[in-house]
């Protein structure tokens, strides 16, 4: 089927973005021909896995965009329920909880809350003018402070929450020959569990760039960390 698959359907090519702050995206073109026709439509949940020697890694994610492009199938997925982008109504809080303006953001769009460490911090006032989920989450964890983050998890519940890196498990298995771990930015042969968050050679994780096609590879963006 290939190292891709997107609603089961395999990957000829494409990018898979999986940011520290924010939402997964992927860009696909699937492996049909312009005659057959996909098994999901935009709006559906679809699960989309990533597998190599053995590794996988598995998402939960929203079609948001399907059609041909000069004869090929492409699709653009997003994790979670994918509706982050919609527009919250203006609210007000009085000794509430950061765990309470984070859960409400989430449900009252459409995502599931997954609630971390931290969010039992007191707000006295807060005020939520109209603007987007990830606006009003992106402000709170401002509000909060740099050690603090919030994006979605592979099973496509909404986290946020202090931020605690752990040791990648595989990191001795990585290739670093082309390039200098102190760098900011290195390549992989593709590497699919590999998450923000993670720590490689004690620098923190900031984004994964997961590219399919020709040349099988993990780009990933890293950045300081102490504990």
């Not at 809080?93 to 309470?100: D, M, S």
């Not at 909060?144 to 519940?157: D, E, F, K, T």
Request: net charge negative.
């Amino acid at each position: 089927m290939g190292v891709m698959t997107v609603g089961g359907l395999g990957v000829v090519s494409g990018v898979f973005t999986v940011p520290r702050l924010g939402v997964p995206t992927a860009i696909v073109r699937l492996a049909l021909t312009p005659d057959e026709v996909p098994r999901f439509s935009v709006g559906d949940s679809v699960s989309v896995v990533l597998e190599l020697d053995g590794v996988q890694s598995q998402w939960a994610m929203t079609c948001v965009r399907l059609g041909q492009d000069i004869g090929a199938w492409r699709a653009l997925v997003v994790g979670g329920a994918g509706r982050t982008a919609r527009e919250l109504e203006p609210k007000y809080y009085h000794q509430a909880t950061a765990e309470l303006v984070f859960s409400d953001a989430c449900r009252e769009v459409g995502e599931t809350p997954r609630v971390g460490d931290g969010l039992d911090m007191q707000l006295v006032r807060w005020t939520r003018p109209r603007m987007a989920c990830w606006e009003t989450l992106e402000a709170l964890r401002r509000w909060l402070g740099p050690r603090y983050a919030w994006r979605v998890l592979p099973s496509g519940q909404l986290w946020m929450g202090l931020e605690r890196p752990n040791a990648y498990p595989r990191e001795d298995d990585l290739d670093w020959s082309e390039d200098d771990p102190a760098t900011a930015r290195v390549e992989f042969r593709l590497v699919p569990d590999l998450l923000p968050g993670h720590l490689l050679s004690g620098s923190l994780v900031e984004e994964v760039r997961h590219v399919v096609g020709p040349h099988l590879r993990t780009e990933v963006v890293l950045g300081p960390w102490s504990a």
